[in-house]
C-alpha cells in the first residue's frame, strides 16, 4: 500500500467529531483537487482548530500503472482509498510519481 502526498490546508467544522478538515492534492497536469473528510484520514498527527496551515498530509492509495511523461518524467494513475474522493466524486488521479510512497508501518 502506498500514499500520495496532499496538503491539509483548513479547519472547516468541529462536526461530526473529531473535526472536518480541507486537503489538496496537485496533479500531474496542475490541477489541484480538493477532499473533506476527518482529519486522521490525511494525517497521522494532531490537527485542531487551532493548527496552523497548511499542513503536510497524505491519503493512502494503490498505484495502479506508471508510465513516462516527456522529458523521462514518471506519471503513476492512483486509486484511493478508505473511501476518499474529491469534491468532484473522482477517485483516480495522475500525479508525479515524486507525490506517491511507500505507506509507513
Same mark, same amino acid.
Given at each position: 500500500?502506498?500514499? #500520495? ?10 462536526? @461530526?467529531? *473529531?473535526?472536518? !478538515?480541507?486537503?489538496?492534492? #496537485? ?11 476527518? @482529519? @486522521? ?8 482548530? =487551532?493548527?496552523?496551515? *497548511?499542513? @503536510? ?15 523521462? #518524467?514518471?506519471? !503513476? ?6 473511501? #476518499? ?14 507525490? !506517491?510512497? *511507500?505507506?509507513? =508501518?
Amino acid at each position: 500500500m502506498d500514499e #500520495v502526498r496532499c496538503e491539509i490546508v483548513r479547519w472547516v467544522s468541529d462536526e @461530526p467529531q *473529531p473535526g472536518w !478538515v480541507e486537503a489538496t492534492i #496537485v496533479d500531474a497536469q496542475g490541477r489541484r483537487w480538493s477532499f473533506f473528510d476527518k @482529519p @486522521p484520514i490525511f494525517s497521522d498527527g494532531e490537527v485542531l482548530r =487551532s493548527s496552523e496551515f *497548511p499542513l @503536510p498530509g497524505a491519503i493512502r492509495c494503490e498505484v495502479v500503472s506508471s508510465t513516462h511523461a516527456e522529458g523521462g #518524467v514518471e506519471i !503513476v494513475e492512483v486509486r484511493l482509498l478508505d473511501g #476518499v474522493e474529491s469534491t468532484e466524486g473522482a477517485t483516480r488521479f495522475l500525479v508525479r510519481a515524486e507525490e !506517491v510512497s *511507500p505507506l509507513e =508501518s
